[in-house]
């Protein structure tokens, strides 16, 4: 557990809105610092291709069943799109949330045009959201691509979202992402680790990266690069597509103890499941992430045995 006098208030934090982000903070980080993140923002990123179809639980093309997984499961946070939150909100309270403040679909490849991701709201309206429903909305979330044309309006996006969230005491997770025509490989360790560094001068709180990858290379070693370039900003993992769930705890676990990342976000591997496979997955992935489980306790948390 960490100490709230260890907790370095960013100075964009006014007066009025620290104790709001203090409280969000360690909320969000369940009192560790660590963040395990339960994305739930594919309906728009991957329409449904990620919740339809071979190898796919037919329960996960009812978008409930991200709520169902989010409100049984040990989680820290369930990032998703407002208008998800505001539509099955209403029955599950007790879950925290994280509302993804931007999203594209995936039908334009880069082939065709650099991706490109605008803003949909604005804090005010998050603010006045979370005011007017009760519900725990404890930060906001936005995603750049690095490399793209349009990134110079992401980044001022970006950098204007983290100020306003900040000045309400809410806290910041910047998915960035190196992609575009310009960027020869997406999983280059060094280009990763440049995201990190922009999210920090950005001022946001956590960075979700994708792991990188070089022949020859272990990837958990790789992405230390990342994780120190990140500074004060925290550094969690994207999960990737769905695979073998020990695997996926033991990649997991060498990204904290071996890399040093502060967490994971995952999506398709958690809800792709029957909904009782994926509570019993995001609980092993707590265990690690929050508890410093070992993967074999873990695992057998999650097989039930």
Same mark, same amino acid.
């Given at each position: 557990?960490?100490?709230?006098?260890?907790?370095?208030?960013?100075?964009?934090?006014?007066?009025?809105?620290?104790?709001?982000?203090?409280?969000?903070?360690?909320?969000?980080?369940?009192?560790?610092?660590?963040?395990?993140?339960?994305?739930?923002?594919?309906?728009?990123?991957?329409?449904?291709?990620?919740?339809?179809?071979?190898?796919?639980?037919?329960?996960?093309?009812?978008?409930?069943?991200?709520?169902?997984?989010?409100?049984?499961?040990?989680?820290?946070?369930?990032?998703?799109?407002?208008?998800?939150?505001?539509?099955?909100?209403?029955?599950?309270?007790?879950?925290?949330?994280?509302?993804?403040?931007?999203?594209?679909?995936?039908?334009?490849?880069?082939?065709?045009?650099?991706?490109?991701?605008?803003?949909?709201?604005?804090?005010?309206?998050?603010?006045?959201?979370?005011?007017?429903?009760?519900?725990?909305?404890?930060?906001?979330?936005?995603?750049?691509?690095?490399?793209?044309?349009?990134?110079?309006?992401?980044?001022?996006?970006?950098?204007?979202?983290?100020?306003?969230?900040?000045?309400?005491?809410?806290?910041?997770?910047?998915?960035?992402?190196?992609?575009?025509?310009?960027?020869?490989?997406?999983? !280059?360790?060094?280009? +990763?680790? $440049? #995201? &990190? =560094?922009? *999210?920090?001068?950005?001022?946001?709180?956590?960075?979700? %990266?994708?792991?990188?990858?070089?022949?020859?290379?272990?990837?958990?070693?790789?992405?230390?690069?990342?994780?120190?370039?990140?500074?004060?900003?925290?550094?969690?993992?994207?999960?990737?597509?769905?695979?073998?769930?020990?695997?996926?705890?033991?990649?997991?676990? !060498?990204?904290?103890? +071996?890399? $040093? #990342? &502060? =967490?994971? *976000?995952?999506?398709?591997?958690?809800?792709?499941?029957? %909904?009782?496979?994926?509570?019993?997955?995001?609980?092993?992935?707590?265990?690690?992430?929050?508890?410093?489980?070992?993967?074999?306790?873990?695992?057998?948390?999650?097989?039930?045995?």
């Amino acid at each position: 557990m960490i100490e709230n006098e260890n907790i370095k208030i960013p100075l964009d934090v006014p007066a009025k809105s620290r104790n709001r982000y203090l409280d969000n903070y360690l909320r969000i980080t369940r009192g560790r610092g660590r963040m395990m993140l339960f994305a739930g923002d594919q309906k728009a990123e991957h329409l449904n291709d990620d919740f339809f179809g071979e190898g796919i639980d037919p329960d996960d093309n009812d978008p409930e069943h991200l709520f169902r997984i989010a409100a049984s499961s040990n989680i820290g946070v369930f990032a998703t799109q407002l208008g998800l939150i505001a539509r099955y909100g209403m029955d599950y309270p007790s879950v925290p949330y994280l509302v993804k403040l931007n999203s594209k679909t995936n039908l334009i490849k880069t082939k065709q045009a650099d991706p490109f991701s605008p803003q949909w709201m604005d804090i005010p309206q998050v603010v006045e959201f979370m005011e007017s429903s009760r519900l725990n909305i404890l930060g906001v979330g936005y995603t750049i691509y690095l490399g793209s044309d349009d990134e110079g309006e992401m980044l001022s996006q970006a950098a204007r979202l983290v100020f306003q969230a900040h000045q309400a005491g809410l806290v910041t997770v910047l998915w960035i992402y190196p992609r575009g025509r310009a960027v020869g490989d997406e999983k !280059d360790p060094h280009l +990763i680790a $440049g #995201a &990190a =560094g922009m *999210a920090l001068t950005l001022g946001s709180d956590f960075v979700k %990266l994708n792991y990188p990858a070089r022949e020859g290379h272990d990837s958990a070693e790789l992405f230390r690069e990342a994780v120190q370039a990140a500074g004060r900003t925290k550094v969690v993992c994207a999960g990737g597509e769905s695979t073998d769930a020990r695997l996926f705890l033991q990649r997991i676990y !060498d990204q904290i103890h +071996i890399s $040093g #990342a &502060a =967490g994971n *976000a995952t999506g398709r591997n958690i809800h792709q499941r029957p %909904l009782d496979e994926a509570i019993r997955l995001c609980n092993a992935i707590y265990a690690i992430t929050m508890d410093n489980a070992s993967v074999d306790w873990a695992y057998r948390l999650y097989t039930g045995e």
